[in-house]
């Protein structure tokens, strides 16, 4: 029974920082590659940043490199998502995602429920 289960999502404010996580359960985060996309109100999905099972070069979309870092921690099963510097057009529903690669949104079988993140301006 896989599952994730994201966490962290709050009201900050333009300029802040948050750090999400995403708890995984029935399958070891270790081999597998996990992401976080994002959905805004009136926009379609988003990939945010995704990591490969080696762990190597992890992809940041343009609008968050820089700001954004993506992190695991295979003995809690863990993946997280530091988010600094944010903006109101991080404002979204952030859900993590795992699959076999970081091909994309179609390669991912398992998604989490998300949590909200708004920034204020």
């Known amino acids: 029974q896989v599952q994730l289960v994201e966490s962290g999502g709050d009201l900050v404010q333009s300029g802040g920082s948050l750090k999400l996580s995403c708890a995984a359960s029935g399958f070891s985060l270790g081999y597998y590659a996990i992401g976080w996309f994002r959905q805004a109100p009136g926009k379609e999905r988003e990939g945010v940043s995704c990591m490969s099972m080696s762990n190597s070069s992890p992809y940041y979309t343009d609008s968050v490199k820089g700001r954004f870092t993506i992190s695991k921690d295979n003995a809690k099963n863990t993946v997280y998502l530091e988010m600094n510097s944010l903006t109101p057009e991080d404002t979204a529903v952030y859900t993590c995602?795992?699959?076999?690669?970081?091909?994309?949104?179609?390669?991912?079988?398992?998604w989490g429920k998300g949590t909200l993140v708004i920034v204020s301006p």
């Open positions: 995602a795992t699959g076999v690669e970081c091909s994309g949104p179609s390669t991912m079988a398992y």
